[in-house]
């Protein structure tokens, strides 16, 4: 009798395998087919993204353009009394540093 269960366990384990694998099978082609669809609808967004940038007006190009700093050729008046120095008072040139720390 005890052998007669073994027997119908030894034939019930292969075939538990097999609908196992084919579940695995099964699941595994679902992931790849939701994947490539995952990738086209990607794919189409990455597109209509690229259109749209490339579809924008150019910048406004009668704007002025903004100026990078101070006149070279213009010389500033600085105040500089009490300030700290390097150097002597009378030399012939001063230069003076600003810093804004923000």
């Known amino acids: ?10 034939e019930r384990i292969p075939l538990g395998i097999l ?7 099964a699941i595994a ?7 490539r669809q995952q990738r086209i609808e990607m794919n189409d967004r990455m597109a209509q993204l690229a259109t749209a940038i490339n ?3 150019a910048a406004n190009p009668a704007a002025p353009a ?3 700093g101070p006149a070279p050729e213009k010389v ?3 105040k500089t ?3 700290p120095i390097e150097g002597s008072k009378s030399a012939p040139i001063q230069i003076v540093e600003i810093s804004d720390f923000q």
């Open 55 to 57: 579809s924008r007006p």
């Open 76 to 78: 500033y008046t600085v």
């Open 19 to 25: 609908i196992g694998v084919a579940v695995l099978i």
């Open 66 to 68: 903004r100026p990078s």
């Open 1 to 10: 009798m005890a052998n007669n269960n073994m027997n119908k366990w030894s």
């Open 29 to 35: 082609g679902v992931n790849v087919d939701e994947t």
């Open 81 to 83: 009394e009490n300030a």
